[in-house]
């Protein structure tokens, strides 16, 4: 980013907070690294829908348009498959070798949208169901004790409706399961009110600027980050929509360059997804976490997320990986519950 984009930006975004952990800024961590308690299922949080369980976290031939790719591509992507073991813990220590700069962020960024803009799209129905299977852990807060727990890792399913209008469904039988429902399936509703940056659906997405900075601009006005600490929660937010959705090629893309946008991002050249794959990683530090998205080093295939703790504190110890992805398919399907062809 040369100073002329620089300067832009800054007269067009908020002036990020300063780093530390602010009460306020406590307060959204455990927002966003743990459960709601209470009116939702332990391990959820709100998202377009009711709620969905953190991953913080998104038909055909008969009818299934499958996309193996792990990153917010479109249907017929090339397949990025879960890897047989290699499990990491939540609890285990980050394994990553220290973090380029911004400018090899940018570049690695730019690669990755150039990837995401070639691939072809797919025709998807209002009626259809956005499908995406991965595998998590990560750490919850238990309000009963005020200590964290640590949820092994596992796999999550969801089913997200294309236009929103309709019930999804997770189902995720380690958070959810019980002696009436062994596999933890959960309806998924929708949340009350329009689509939007921190309620996205797929055909919502479809809507978005595919010009970055226009793209990040609204970022930055509709998603999370009114409460301090702006530019990380414009990381996650973006996090947030490639992680558990399926989006557009040129949006896809749009969402990487204008990632790119946002000051601090780095390189990570070695990064473990919750699968045991190792990749190249775009991160971000906000004094407390360090935010990574896991990419195939190769093929650029999105694999996973990670944060891992940057100081002890009364989540864990310092390099604790706190919240832990990997994806394994992402397709289009007919109806909740339907599983896409291998």
Excluded at 2 to 12: I, K, M, S, T, W
Excluded at 23 to 42: K, N, Y
Excluded at 206 to 211: H, M, S
Excluded at 309 to 322: E, Q
Aim: glycine share 12%; proline share 8%.
């Amino acid at each position: 980013m040369n100073e002329d984009d620089r300067a832009e930006l800054d007269r067009l975004l908020p002036v990020p907070a300063a780093p530390g952990l602010s009460a306020d800024r406590h307060r959204s961590l455990r927002g966003h690294l743990m459960s709601e308690i209470g009116a939702t299922p332990a391990g959820a949080r709100r998202s377009g829908y009711g709620w969905v369980a953190l991953p913080a976290l998104a038909g055909g031939l008969a009818l299934a348009v499958v996309l193996t790719t792990g990153g917010g591509g479109a249907p017929g992507a090339p397949g990025a498959p879960g890897a047989p073991g290699g499990a990491t813990r939540a609890e285990r220590p980050a394994v990553s070798r220290p973090a380029a700069g911004p400018a090899d962020a940018v570049r690695l960024l730019d690669r990755i949208a150039q990837v995401a803009a070639s691939r072809p799209a797919g025709t998807v129905r209002d009626d259809q169901y956005v499908c995406v299977r991965s595998q998590w852990s990560g750490t919850h807060y238990d309000a009963a004790t005020g200590r964290t727990k640590t949820t092994p890792l596992h796999p999550r399913t969801v089913w997200l409706s294309v236009d929103g209008s309709t019930d999804g469904l997770i189902e995720d039988a380690t958070a959810f399961g019980g002696p009436k429902n062994p596999r933890g399936r959960i309806a998924l509703v929708p949340a009350p009110g329009p689509a939007g940056i921190v309620r996205p659906t797929y055909r919502y997405l479809t809507t978005l600027p595919t010009d970055p900075r226009e793209l990040l601009r609204k970022v930055y006005a509709e998603g999370n980050g009114k409460g301090g600490q702006p530019d990380q929660a414009a990381f996650r937010d973006i996090g947030s929509l490639i992680g558990e959705q399926l989006i557009a090629p040129e949006t896809s893309a749009a969402l990487y360059r204008a990632a790119a946008l946002i000051p601090g991002v780095t390189l990570v050249d070695d990064a473990v997804d919750a699968l045991g794959r190792h990749g190249v990683a775009v991160a971000r530090e906000d004094g407390t976490v360090r935010s990574e998205w896991i990419f195939d080093r190769d093929s650029y295939e999105f694999l996973g997320e990670r944060e891992v703790l940057l100081r002890d504190s009364d989540f864990g110890t310092k390099g604790m990986v706190v919240q832990h992805t990997a994806v394994q398919q992402r397709a289009v399907v007919d109806k909740p519950g339907e599983l896409p062809a291998n």
